[in-house]
């Protein structure tokens, strides 16, 4: 079965916690994003990824890290520097890099502090 | 600094009609535009594009123009049903300086009573 899987679909954080979001794709896709969605509003880019090894900052980095060590996973980590991390992540993938290249998202992860 | 913009947050439209949602570019011209739909829950899926130098491109009840001389794209769905109710996003992919780094408008809610 091709596609994305993020994992866990709900993550809860305590204070002062960081977490880790999953993103897997068997798409063989290079370039690889992750976005933030507050409700009611669209999605924000927070990083991505061109190719294995390297990744830049989106419009909103701040208080999130990432790593690309293989083509298929782009694992997200939400630190405690970032305040208010509840929200609904989302993670694409793209086949190309032009700007005629569609994304493919998968179904997102819904991160809430306890 | 490069913007899109959706004019409306919400649409209400009677089944059978046509829906037609906006999406307006400020600060750039972006070479290409693509429109996604988002069901609650999941993660957009990507519908159609169009490039710059397309007056329109359709697909089965959707249709799609491109008019730079207003800096707007419109996204029209005939015949509208039920089913069609979704929120529908526009982005750009980035090209030349920010190849790869995208950019979403806050996306159009449509409500097709029957």
């Known amino acids: 079965d091709g596609g994305i899987t993020q994992s866990p679909k709900y993550l809860f954080r305590k204070e002062g916690q960081n977490v880790t979001l999953s993103c897997e794709q068997n798409l063989n896709h290079d370039a690889m994003y992750w976005y933030r969605q507050d409700p009611g509003q669209g999605l924000r880019l927070i990083y991505y990824s061109q190719i294995v090894n390297d990744f830049q900052k989106g419009d909103i980095a701040e208080g999130y890290s990432v790593s690309r060590e293989k083509k298929e996973s782009f694992p997200l980590t939400v630190t405690s520097a970032q305040k208010n991390p509840t929200a609904f992540y989302l993670c694409?993938?793209?086949?190309?890099?032009?700007?005629?290249?569609?994304?493919?998202f998968g179904d997102g992860t819904r991160l809430s502090i306890l | 600094s490069q913007k899109i913009e959706q004019n409306s947050e919400a649409l209400n439209i009677q089944e059978g009609k046509t829906a037609t949602l906006t999406c307006n570019y400020t600060n750039y011209s972006p070479a290409y535009l693509q429109w996604y739909r988002q069901d609650p829950g999941r993660g957009p899926v990507f519908l159609l594009l169009?490039?710059?130098?397309?007056k329109e491109k359709r697909k089965e009840r959707l249709k799609v123009t491109f008019d730079t001389t207003l800096k707007q794209s419109l996204f029209h769905i005939t015949a509208s049903q039920p089913a069609d109710s979704a929120t529908y996003l526009c982005?750009?992919?980035?090209?030349?300086?920010?190849?790869?780094?995208?950019?979403f408008g806050d996306g159009t809610t449509l409500t097709v009573k029957p």
């Open positions: 169009i490039r710059e130098n397309e």
């Open positions: 694409a993938t793209r086949g190309g890099q032009g700007p005629n290249q569609p994304q493919h």
């Open positions: 982005a750009d992919m980035g090209h030349n300086t920010n190849a790869g780094k995208s950019t």
